[in-house]
Every structure is written in structure tokens, then in C-alpha cells.
């Protein structure tokens, strides 16, 4: 035998000194009367290299453990499988030592987990208390992920066994009573269903019998693939356009809210393929949460981090505080962050006379200009002649008369190439300047966050407790930490989901506010906005940034999310989420990219021309100065 071909079978026992439970009269010990029904039950989930381990309170002799692994050791040889056998004593005198001998020998069994391929935990115990308490531990050490099993052997009435239902229905978990009091030992197998109070006997044993079914539901059964029963759900969410969206209703009789959204679709379909119902909670709060300095959490994160909720719709976005309180399904959406600032009043750029001509058309101009003077400074010494008049080339570029001497035939023919040029760039700045004179401009001024951080006459709107907030709020360093200085200075304000409407009409509109907020939300806001006026308004920037992941959440550890998870991967991969997105949001990308530009019929006023006149008085003023210079020459 090949130490990689055997497995293992762990098997710690807890020695503890336990109140003596009333047992009938030459009762035998419960692992001793039922250990071949506890190895039946183990035998249907063994696989090669799994562990086995035995947990028990002490009552139990090492003579009944070493019987019980020999007779597993038994049914695993005659299945071809080989197992080898180890054992952990504990030993405690008193009954307050169990919770810390318990997390001390999960912590030693999870470590076995770790190796093992899967894991079946065997409790027994006939108090009560310890079997609670060994539950408790196995959930809250993580020992028991979903493939391994954990199977509980007592003597105790099922009545008795109450307070076992919340930890049991949500672990892979099954409850074996022995009843022996006529003498004659038979086995009760148990399911405990989830989110409900029913418990289902699925199977019984017998020593004559074995091991029998009683329904068609198999031993540990995957009772979150589907639910056996239609539990009712409590789910939470919030207005998040466009994922989801609350409109209250009329009707009194019924809810107060109805939600819809891409979300709310994703709902419906996770309903039908898990088999339950759900009811919508909002968060007090309106917020979707985040872990506080004290150390409790708000909003929905907190709601479902204290087990409030069975299910938070979210979507979510990932962060590690968070993920401290809740656990994450499998991403539905990533998103980013855009700033949504409004448009500006059409306006003409009063140097817009600049803009016919490109800046290189001016610079060629002017470089052809220096060009012109030289070749006809060179050409008049080559000649012998004198100083030609340089100021007639001058008056041509600005469509002034001029004349040329007759015996200069050099210089009409320089004269005349220059004047052609120039009444093909003239003709060509005149019609475009009629033109862009037409042209409004619409100004779009906050491209980038850093064009945002340094006016600081704008404040900043961002939503409340979301992970964005929480991500800057943390930064030590880059340019999220000057937001969060800008938020000390107090140039941040924040408002809950459903005040979007309002943000956006009543301040976001004339400024000077602008809101940072998901790319997918703005687009729906500018959506809405040009369904009601017609008119694209609003602007986005071109720079996202602060990418995450959007999912959403259950309570820590729980076997829920794994079943959600692998849903919303068959949602994402058959693009069913994007086209519900696309399919409801009407209007959504219509603004996305809005024209800078606009061209409208109306006079001019002196305010869209003021650059002319800028030049002008410059011209005038230059002019004023050389005549002064030329006096003052002429006088000394």
C-alpha cells in the first residue's frame, strides 16, 4: 500500500466531564449500540483520500472508538478503499473548558481538512448542549465547507433537539437518533431543510434491516441546489438606477414599493431555479452600508452581516472591509465611475476670427510672408537697383490697392504670385469665418477628477456609504486622498439614491455642483432627463476611473451564495444581464457623447465679438506707439 493511495481516518476525541444523561436500564453506549448505522450512513459518501472525524464528549469509551474504526476500517476495505487510522486525545476536568478544547481541535481538524480531498465529521453525543456547541464550532471554524458532511449520533428525543435546526439546516448536515429503549436498536436519519422548521426523516436502520430510505430524497442531500420546499426569502435592496428602481405605489392593500430593474429579473430567475419566494426589505437607512470605526455596519451590509436578511440584491461593489461582514456571489456587472456635470449655455468663442485657419495655415503664412521679403531684398541687390517697397506686399495680405513701377519686371511677376496665393486664402478664411460664426460653443469643463480638485468652487456629490466613498475615505496616498481632503474642507456632499432626481434638476443643472457616480446609473439619469425635456442637458467626463466588481452578497459562510453564484455565472455567460439592461433603459446612450458644437440662426452681439475689437484697439495702440517712437527719432 502507496502512502498517495491511502486515506485518511481522523479520529479526535473530546474526554470531558459531562452531566449523565438518563439512560435505560443496561443501555449500552451510543456509539457502541450504533456504530454500524453511523458506518452505513459514512460508507453511501466515502471517496478515496477522505478523512472521517470523530468527535465526542467524552462519554465514550477508547475500547468503542477503536471498535468503531476498526469496523469502518472494515467497510472500507471490503469497498477496495485502505484507511489508516490516527487518534487525538484531549482531556479536560470541567464542563467551561469545552468551548475552548472544541476550537482548538477544530482548528487541529481543519488542518486535516486542508489535505483531504472531503471530510465527513462524526458527533456523538447524548447532551444536547455539546452537540449545539460542536455545531457551532464546526460553523464558525470553517471546518465544514459544502462538500464535506457532518453527521450527528444521539439518544435524544427530536424534541429535544430544536436549537439544532439553525446550524444544521444550513451545513451539509444529517441527525441520527437512536432509539433502543425496547431493547430492540433502530436508527432514525434526519434532514434538516432550510429556512423553514420542518425536519424530514429520509432514511432508517435496523440491525437485520440496515440501512433503508424512507423517501427519494438521498442521504445529505444538496439542499441548496434546489430547495425541497419553497421557503420565503427575506431579500434587501435599494434604488440603484438602473439596476433596480422603487416606485411607490397607490395601492394600500398590497406592498407599499414595487421594485423593478435588471436586478429584480435576476431575482425573479434565481426564485424559480432555487424554488422560493422572497420579500423585499429596504435598509433604514436608505444606504447600501459599510463598516463603522465602532465596529458595527450599516445599511444593507449591515442588515445581511447580522443574518437580518437571507439574501442583499445589491449589486455590490467589492471591497475588503466589506468582505470582512458578508461573502460575495459571482460577479454580475462591472462599473466605473464618471463625473455628470451640466451643459453650459451655447456661446461664440470671441477669437473664433482665428479659427478659420488652422494654426499651421497662419504660421505657413507668416513664414511665406519672411520668405517673400527676403527673395525680394536678394533680387534688388543682384540687380544693382534700389530699395524695393516692401510695403506693397503688406497691402495685398490685407486687400489693399497698391501699384508696381513699369521697368521692374521682376517684381510683377513676384507681386503677382503672391497676390494669387492671397486671394485663394482669403476668399477660403472669409467663407469659413461666415461660417463659425454660426458655430455656439458649449462648454464642458470638468473632463478629468483632477480638472474637479482644483476648482474649488465646485462641490462634489457623491452617493452615501457606497464603496466608492469608502475607497477614498482609506487612501493614504494619490489623488484619492485629496478627495478626501476636499471632503474635510467641505467640498463633498452626499445624497441616498432615491434624491437622484432632485440632485440632478435642482443642483447638478445650473452647478455649480457636479455628481461622481457609476457610469451605468449617469447614463440612465441622461436618459430619463432627455426622455422629460427632449434635450441633452448633461454631460459625462471622458476619464473613468475607480473600476469594481459588482456582485451580490449573502451572510458570512453561507451555503446560499455557492448556488446563487453558480446561477449568476449561467446569467453572465449567456448575456442575459446585458440585454436586460439595454432593453430597459430607454434613451440610456443617447447623451452619452452630446455635440460640443451647435449651429444656430441669430445676430451677433458685441459679446461674441469682442476678440475683433481686442485686435483692433491692440493695432491702435501698437500704431500710437511707433508714431511716438517716429517723432521722437525725427526730433533728436
Known amino acids: 500500500m502507496t502512502a498517495a493511495a491511502a486515506s485518511l481516518l481522523l479520529v479526535l476525541t473530546v474526554c470531558l466531564t459531562v452531566a449523565q444523561l438518563p439512560r435505560p436500564q443496561g443501555a449500552g453506549e451510543t456509539l457502541s449500540v450504533a456504530g454500524a448505522a453511523v458506518a452505513a450512513v459514512a460508507a453511501t459518501v466515502w471517496r478515496p483520500r477522505c478523512s472521517v472525524i470523530l468527535l465526542t464528549d467524552g462519554t465514550t469509551s477508547s ?65 444536547s448542549a455539546f452537540l449545539a456547541a460542536s455545531a457551532e464550532w464546526i460553523f464558525k471554524g470553517r471546518l465544514l465547507v459544502w462538500t464535506n458532511r457532518l453527521l450527528a449520533l444521539t439518544r435524544r428525543p427530536l424534541s429535544h433537539l430544536r436549537h439544532l435546526h439553525t446550524s444544521f439546516s444550513m451545513m451539509n448536515a444529517m441527525l441520527l437518533l437512536l432509539d433502543d429503549t425496547s431493547g430492540y436498536p433502530r436508527c432514525s436519519v434526519y434532514v434538516h431543510l432550510p429556512y423553514s422548521s420542518q425536519v424530514l426523516q429520509v432514511a432508517s436502520w435496523a440491525p437485520h434491516l440496515g440501512l433503508s430510505l424512507t423517501t427519494n430524497i438521498p442521504l ?69 452600508g459599510t463598516k463603522l470605526s465602532n465596529g458595527t455596519a450599516t445599511g444593507m451590509v449591515g442588515m445581511v452581516g447580522r443574518k437580518e436578511i437571507d439574501l442583499g440584491l445589491g449589486p455590490f461593489g467589492i471591497t475588503a472591509v466589506r468582505a470582512e461582514i458578508v461573502d460575495y456571489t459571482a460577479p454580475i456587472v462591472n462599473d466605473y465611475l464618471r463625473i455628470l456635470g451640466g451643459r453650459g449655455k ?60 513699369s521697368d521692374r519686371w521682376w517684381e510683377r511677376m513676384v507681386l503677382g504670385g503672391w497676390m494669387i496665393v492671397m486671394l485663394v486664402l482669403t476668399l477660403s478664411y472669409s467663407g469659413n469665418l461666415m461660417s463659425l460664426l454660426a458655430v455656439r460653443y458649449i462648454p464642458q469643463p470638468f473632463q478629468f477628477l483632477r480638472d474637479l480638485l482644483e476648482d474649488p468652487s465646485t462641490t462634489m456629490i457623491w452617493e452615501y456609504n457606497t464603496a466608492y466613498v469608502n475607497h477614498f475615505r482609506t487612501s493614504e496616498s494619490g489623488i484619492f486622498q485629496e478627495v478626501q481632503k476636499a471632503e474635510a474642507a467641505g467640498r463633498i456632499s ?28 449617469i447614463k440612465v439619469l441622461m436618459g430619463q432627463d432627455f426622455s422629460n425635456t427632449g434635450q441633452c442637458d448633461f454631460y459625462t467626463s471622458r476619464e473613468a476611473f475607480m473600476p469594481f466588481l459588482y456582485c451580490m452578497i449573502g451572510p458570512k459562510n453561507s451555503p446560499l451564495v455557492p448556488a446563487v453564484s453558480k446561477r449568476i455565472t449561467w446569467i453572465t455567460e449567456a448575456g442575459l444581464y446585458d440585454y436586460w439592461m439595454e432593453s430597459l433603459n430607454r434613451n440610456s446612450t443617447v447623451c452619452v457623447r452630446p455635440p460640443t458644437k451647435i449651429t444656430v440662426r441669430t445676430s451677433l452681439s458685441l459679446s461674441n465679438i469682442w476678440g475683433m475689437f481686442v485686435v483692433f484697439a491692440g493695432g491702435n495702440s501698437l500704431g500710437l506707439v511707433v508714431l511716438c517712437l517716429e517723432l521722437l527719432t525725427a526730433r533728436l
Open 220 to 288: 445529505f442531500p444538496e439542499k441548496f441546489d434546489r430547495f425541497l420546499q419553497r421557503p420565503l426569502l427575506k431579500v434587501t435592496a435599494e434604488e440603484f438606477p438602473p439596476h433596480v428602481e422603487v416606485r411607490e405605489t397607490a395601492n394600500t392593500s398590497g406592498p407599499r414599493f414595487r421594485f423593478s430593474g435588471a436586478m429584480t429579473r435576476v431575482l425573479e430567475l434565481l426564485a424559480l431555479s432555487l424554488n422560493f419566494t422572497y420579500t423585499i426589505i429596504r435598509p433604514p437607512d436608505g444606504s447600501f
Open 63 to 127: 475500547t468503542t472508538v477503536f471498535t468503531v474504526t476498526l469496523l469502518h476500517y472494515n467497510t472500507a476495505l471490503h469497498t477496495g478503499r485502505v484507511s489508516r487510522c490516527v487518534q487525538v486525545a484531549a482531556e479536560g476536568k470541567s464542563p467551561n473548558m469545552t468551548e475552548a478544547l472544541l476550537s482548538r481541535l477544530v482548528a487541529q481538524a481543519r488542518r486535516v481538512r486542508q489535505v483531504s480531498w472531503c471530510v465527513t465529521v462524526v458527533v456523538v453525543s447524548d447532551d
Open 494 to 521: 452626499f445624497v441616498l439614491a432615491t434624491e437622484y432626481p432632485t440632485m440632478q434638476d435642482q443642483l447638478v443643472r445650473e452647478g455649480p455642483y457636479v455628481f461622481v457616480g457609476e457610469d451605468l446609473t
Open 346 to 405: 451655447p456661446e461664440v468663442d470671441p477669437w473664433g476670427f482665428l479659427l478659420p485657419l488652422a494654426p499651421a495655415v497662419w504660421a505657413v503664412m507668416l513664414a511665406s510672408l519672411v520668405l517673400l521679403l527676403t527673395t525680394v531684398l536678394l533680387l534688388s541687390f543682384c540687380f544693382s537697383v534700389r530699395v524695393p517697397m516692401l510695403s506693397m506686399y503688406f497691402r495685398v495680405l490685407l486687400q489693399e490697392n497698391t501699384w508696381v513701377s
